[in-house]
């Protein structure tokens, strides 16, 4: 599975922005899919996750109520809309992708994207 991640940019604090991952090589309606993020001299971050068909969601805790993680498997396509964006926000986003199941562990996905930055200023 190649993913591909997008979206990111330069928005001011309470904006909002959307994030896609295109997948490519396989379908990914046989892998849960995940975001994480990497702020600046920060270990790399859960922030969502969802399963094969969408109908279940994990966020973390610093994004509850303000990021939601979804997908559109005919579009081979997983999004995190982010809004209320935070200056504490700042990082590079990336996707990941794996079959066995959710998890917060970013060592537990077997696929990953290249990133996207997102900088969320005050």
């Known amino acids: 599975v190649q993913l591909q991640a997008s979206g990111g940019g330069l928005v001011q604090a309470g904006g909002s922005l959307r994030l896609s991952c295109a997948a490519s090589?396989?379908?990914?309606?046989?892998?849960?899919m995940a975001w994480f993020r990497q702020a600046p001299g920060k270990e790399r971050d859960f922030v969502a996750a969802i399963n094969w068909s969408g109908g279940i969601t994990y966020h973390a805790d610093s994004v509850k109520g303000r990021f939601t993680i979804s997908r559109d498997n005919a579009k081979n396509t997983v999004y995190l809309q982010m809004n209320s964006l935070k200056p504490e926000d700042t990082a590079v986003y990336y996707c990941?992708?794996?079959?066995?199941?959710?998890?917060?562990?970013?060592?537990?996905?077997?696929?990953w994207g290249q990133g996207t930055q997102v900088t969320v200023s005050s």
């Open positions: 990941a992708a794996d079959s066995r199941g959710p998890s917060y562990n970013r060592g537990d996905y077997e696929y």
């Open positions: 090589g396989r379908t990914l309606n046989r892998y849960y």
